[in-house]
């Protein structure tokens, strides 16, 4: 649930950087912080809102043109400002304290090795200041270090064990920002003046800042630097394509809402009818992926086993519904974080089915993995992220079009997957033929009516709700 946002430019990127904060605080955190290069490493850390972060920055007149920063929702260390991002590398020796940081880092996920990997540091002579899973991985750069912050970051990604999104600058190459990911989102940024380059966990971070992102894949590690010809440039692995992001500007906007959940409760008509846009016949090709026909595989299986968590998970448990009455097909679902835990016995015949609103949530992936490497390799995912790993991972998709959802409480993005596991529904019941030509037709109008459907319903607001007139409710 953190967020990172990091930016190299020519300009002070702190306003870029806090704004980017306030941007994500609606994923939640408990601290926060920035830090940026001045003529050393400095930083400013808080646990209280981004606001107060804000505050301490004016105070101080913190300011730079390289940084990064972060909101924490803490899993090693409680949530305190010794344990808030971005932790800085102190070298090793007794006399670490007193000698300025080298290695500026912040982090989304944990890091499972993390206590050999703290001991074999201190070992080495680096002295910890947080409890953190996260302050390894400074050091453990820091140790690597030599001359080349690109490198160091690369040779220290194969020592860690678990998910992780970093971003990490070095005192000794001011210029300089790199992003690795894997198991946790990150983003890069191109800036309009191809002066600025930013990176961050979420593009929303981003709005109204960049709307050219490129998305980073697994193992990916980005390199951001001035140039001799004073540009900035980022390398990506096999240069990753630029998208054009239009999306998320107006996501943060709240308009005459009270609050996010509520505007995202009357986008509902929008979501679906964008989620059902196109969809005038039932057909598995609607499931098609990347080189992959549903058609085959839906012809090849006995089973489902749907694997999600949390609002995704009841979206499944709903379809499950669905599947056994109207395609008649056995159906299971599972705790996506549970599943990997325990022995179950697999069927190749069988097709797990992912549920997902981000494509990125990590036990899901894991899940998903798990699965494929017990040999069940026909693999569907319900998603709102065409770009994101899962849609990527899996053999076939169907892409809900919610838009973003920022209320913590699912409303839109969870009757999205309904409609997507609704087709899903229909599309097996087609191939199995179970769905005569009427009973598709009947659907398909039932479903193109929704929209209007939940319009009439949120008309009542109203009277369901003690107010005077829409939408305060
Ligand atoms: N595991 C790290 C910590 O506890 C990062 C948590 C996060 O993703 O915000 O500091």
């Not at 030599?146 to 001011?174: S, W």
């Not at 500007?249 to 409760?265: D, F, N, T, V, W």
């Not at 509902?268 to 009818?273: D, E, W």
């Not at 489902?304 to 448990?317: D, H, K, N, P, R």
Request: proline share 4%; glycine share 8%; net charge negative.
């Amino acid at each position: 649930m953190c967020g990172i946002v990091g930016a190299v430019s020519n300009q002070n990127i702190v306003p870029i950087l806090v704004q980017g904060l306030a941007r994500l605080e609606y994923r939640g955190y408990d601290s926060c912080g920035v830090a940026v290069y001045a003529n050393g490493l400095q930083r400013a850390r808080s646990t209280a809102r981004v606001s107060e972060l804000m505050d301490q920055i004016a105070s101080t007149h913190l300011e730079g043109s390289t940084g990064i920063a972060h909101t924490r929702w803490a899993t090693h260390g409680a949530p305190a400002v010794c344990n808030a991002h971005p932790h800085f590398s102190h070298g090793p020796g007794a006399d670490a304290y007193n000698r300025p940081g080298r290695i500026a880092l912040v982090h989304n996920g944990i890091i499972e090795n993390h206590d050999d990997l703290r001991a074999a540091l201190q070992a080495k002579g680096y002295v910890f200041q947080s409890q953190t899973d996260t302050e390894v991985i400074a050091h453990l750069v820091d140790s690597l270090y030599d001359g080349d912050v690109f490198e160091a970051v690369k040779a220290a990604l194969p020592l860690l064990r678990g998910a992780y999104a970093i971003a990490v600058f070095c005192k000794d190459e001011p210029h300089r920002l790199i992003g690795a990911r894997a198991g946790s989102p990150l983003i890069l940024g191109v800036g309009p003046d191809g002066q600025s380059h930013y990176l961050a966990s979420d593009a929303m971070a981003l709005a109204g800042v960049s709307d050219q992102i490129v998305y980073l894949e697994e193992g990916d590690v980005a390199d951001i630097q001035l140039g001799k010809d004073k540009a900035f440039k980022a390398l990506t692995p096999e240069q990753r394509p630029v998208k054009t992001v239009h999306a998320h500007s107006g996501a943060a906007e709240l308009g005459p809402y009270r609050h996010y959940m509520q505007k995202e409760i009357f986008e509902q008509p929008r979501a679906i009818a964008d989620t059902l846009q196109g969809v005038n016949s039932i057909s598995p090709e609607l499931f098609d992926g990347e080189g992959s026909s549903a058609a085959r595989v839906f012809k090849d299986i006995d089973s489902v086993l749907i694997l999600a968590c949390g609002t995704s998970y009841y979206s499944g448990c709903t379809a499950k519904y669905w599947l056994e009455s109207i395609a008649k097909i056995p159906t299971q679902v599972e705790v996506a974080s549970e599943y990997r835990y325990r022995d179950s016995v697999p069927n190749p015949r069988t097709l797990i089915v992912t549920i997902t609103q981000s494509g990125e949530t990590a036990d899901t992936l894991a899940a998903l993995r798990h699965a494929q490497s017990l040999g069940m390799t026909h693999t569907l995912t319900i998603c709102n992220v065409a770009t994101s790993a899962m849609v990527r991972e899996c053999e076939l998709a169907y892409v809900t079009r919610a838009g973003v959802e920022i209320g913590v409480a699912s409303t839109k993005a969870f009757t999205a997957q309904l409609a997507g596991l609704f087709l899903l529904t229909l599309a097996l019941a087609q191939s199995r033929g179970l769905l005569s030509e009427a009973d598709e037709a009947r659907h398909i109008t039932a479903m193109r009516h929704l929209p209007t459907a939940l319009q009439a319903v949120l008309a009542q607001g109203n009277q369901l709700h003690p107010c005077r007139s829409l939408p305060r409710w």
